[in-house]
């Protein structure tokens, strides 16, 4: 089959959802970030096939969101533990999941909050702001090629490119401004 350029591979979304696009997959990042390790406590928790479920571990582990750790006590058995990958989607995690709790809960609310170990308070997810400190509204938002867009993307939405705050893989911690036609 052919695929389409509105695919396009480059895509961060694309790409993510290649990682983390099925049911099961976020299920497990949800059963690891409550604190599940061990493939059984997994079946249990998700009622998944057991087949399914060692399909979507090894996924994740080929991915770099989970390592596989032996278990010292249990010779042959290992746990599942996340990656600095996999903890980095957490905030994603909370979007996605503060997105179910407003639009999709029943209606006694939610099945689980998350609080701050240290205060006891309920964590809250941030209101996204615009550049002028106002809740961010879709109609706020200009889509603009960045850096790294293909083509037709560029062509699209024009060839200017923005300051990045993306750090490239395998970059350190400091952000670096994009290059502009002015900055050469």
């Known amino acids: ?14 790409r993510a959802m290649e990682v983390v696009g099925d049911r099961w997959s976020i299920l497990l990042l949800r059963e ?14 998700l ?13 994740l582990v080929e991915l770099g969101m989970m390592t596989r750790v032996p278990l010292a006590e249990h010779g042959g058995r290992y ?9 980095d989607f957490f905030p994603t995690y909370l979007a996605l999941k503060k997105w179910g709790d407003d639009w999709l809960a029943e ?16 964590i809250e997810h941030p209101i996204l702001l615009s550049a002028r400190g106002k809740p961010l509204q ?26 990045a705050k993306v750090k490239p893989k395998g970059a350190s911690g400091v952000l670096r401004k994009s290059v502009t036609h002015k900055d050469k």
């Not at 089959?1 to 694309?14: D, G, L, Y």
């Not at 009622?47 to 996924?59: D, F």
């Not at 209606?107 to 309920?122: K, N, Y």
């Not at 879709?138 to 300051?163: I, Y």
Request: glycine content about 10%; charged content about 30%; proline content about 4%.
């Open 1 to 14: 089959m052919k695929r389409s350029r509105s695919f396009n591979k480059e895509c961060s979304i694309a």
């Open 79 to 87: 746990e599942y533990v996340l990656t600095k990958k996999g903890r």
């Open 107 to 122: 209606p006694a609310g939610p099945q689980v909050f998350f609080m701050d170990r240290t205060s006891g308070r309920q």
């Open 138 to 163: 879709l109609e706020d938002v200009e889509v603009v090629a960045g850096s790294g867009a293909v083509s037709f993307n560029k062509k699209r939405f024009g060839g200017r490119v923005p300051h």
């Open 47 to 59: 009622g998944v096939a057991p087949n399914i479920l060692s399909a979507r571990l090894k996924k």
């Open 32 to 45: 690891a970030y409550y604190g599940t390790r061990r493939f059984d406590e997994f079946q249990y928790y």
